[in-house]
């Protein structure tokens, strides 16, 4: 079963491990250790995420060590690039306006 990003990623638990992974591939023990969960509801959601094609894991001796795969977080990047620049020219605006209330109070 292939999974949406933005499923996988609606689940409070696996951005914070998405967060966690961002920096160092990690060992689902590892993982398990922040959370107050247990290790197989840890292993559940890197399964998730591993079935939206975010997270690869990497047998490396005995463990698996799971990391992101950034070009994956790119299509939530563009999905978000449109509401991005509606909030900046929002921004920009409300600077502009700024700038007239303050030019007309000097």
């Not at 961002?22 to 107050?36: C, I």
């Not at 509801?41 to 690869?56: F, M, T, W």
């Not at 939530?76 to 030019?103: C, G, S, T």
Request: aromatic share 8%; with cysteine.
């Amino acid at each position: 079963m292939r999974r949406d990003i933005f499923q996988a990623i609606a689940d409070p638990t696996r951005r914070a491990i998405v967060t966690l992974l961002m920096t160092q591939a990690l060992t689902p023990n590892t993982l398990a250790e922040r959370f107050d969960t247990t290790r197989q509801a840890v292993s559940k959601h890197i399964k998730v995420l591993q079935e939206c094609g975010l997270v690869a894991g990497e047998q490396l001796g005995r463990e698996i060590y799971y990391k992101i795969v950034p070009m994956k977080l790119k299509e939530v990047a563009d999905w978000l690039e449109p509401f991005r620049q509606m909030w900046e020219d929002n921004f920009n605006r409300i600077d502009d306006l700024l700038e007239q209330i303050k030019n007309k109070e000097l």
